[in-house]
């Protein structure tokens, strides 16, 4: 069997096709599909009429994961990378602002001050560091991963779905940092966002039935230079690397799902939220840890 085929269309399962019905979302092929006023439809769709009461949306050109088309692809990607570039910005004019967005789970800023960090309610870091570079080299290298990962998933997914695999990514590998990690070592950076979107890529790749092995290459380069770093010298988290790209994994298999109508939402939004309380109950039991302590 040829893994490397698209989905066939429903009534010719041997003609290969990237189109799918606006309604149904069942593939078909050119022979099948029927011009709509937005994007196309199968003839089953078009014999039963145009009132379903469907919202307006509903016939709008949709994504492999079911979001709709927009007409940059690429949007969301633009504005986190300006985002990043931004709070960069921002870092190297106010050094203060990253001591207070950056993961730290549990710290003293000077003998005799007061507590701060994670564990003491402020959760905020969690995600806030995502968005924090404090070398050139850092910033760029992030930013160039997240065009070329991104750029690509955010056309597959659709906005609201890639930004929902971006920020949880970035959460888990957050999570894997604070669980694992001194509590008072600084750690910064979009990487673990950016490894959740390849991830997601992972899953991608393999639902649409694409050659696996360059992006298998890609994941173990990256994974040989998150534990062996160039030079030796790189302070590199491997935890925000893998908790990244595990949480990634786990949100694109639930966005990815072949499945069509409500129970393809149904599943993405729930697979979200399963996977946000996990990461949420590693977050809750490390902060019950450090608070023990004292």
Wanted: charged share 15%; proline share 5%.
């Amino acid at each position: 069997m040829d893994t490397d085929r698209l989905p066939g269309c429903y009534r010719h399962p041997d003609r290969d096709t990237g189109i799918s019905c606006t309604r149904c979302e069942r593939p078909i092929c050119t022979d099948c599909m029927i011009s709509a006023s937005v994007g196309f439809q199968c003839p089953e769709c078009v014999r039963e009429g145009s009132g379903t009461g469907h919202r307006p949306a509903a016939g709008a050109p949709r994504t492999l994961a079911g979001g709709t088309v927009a007409a940059d692809p690429q949007l969301v990607t633009k504005v986190l990378i300006g985002i990043n570039a931004a709070v960069f910005f921002v870092g190297l004019v106010a050094p203060a602002v990253v001591i207070r967005l950056e993961l730290l789970g549990r710290y003293r800023e000077f003998l005799g001050g007061p507590v701060e960090g994670i564990s003491t309610g402020e959760y905020h870091r969690l995600l806030s560091s995502v968005f924090l570079h404090v070398e050139w080299w850092h910033i760029i290298g992030n930013m160039i991963g997240l065009w070329v990962i991104g750029g690509p998933l955010e056309a597959a997914l659709g906005r609201a779905r890639y930004l929902a695999v971006y920020l949880l990514s970035g959460l888990g590998g957050s999570a894997l940092v604070y669980l694992l990690t001194a509590p008072n070592t600084p750690t910064l950076g979009a990487s673990g966002a950016v490894f959740g979107l390849l991830g997601a890529t992972v899953v991608l790749v393999r639902r649409l039935r694409y050659e696996m092995r360059p992006v298998i290459i890609m994941v173990g380069l990256m994974l040989v230079l998150t534990f062996v770093p160039l030079g030796g010298s790189l302070n590199v988290s491997w935890q925000a690397h893998v908790g990244g790209l595990v949480t990634g994994a786990l949100v694109g298999l639930g966005m990815l799902r072949p499945a069509t109508g409500r129970n393809r939402a149904l599943i993405q939004w729930g697979t979200c939220v399963a996977v946000f309380l996990l990461v949420g109950a590693v977050i809750l039991a490390r902060t019950a840890e450090l608070t023990a302590l004292t």
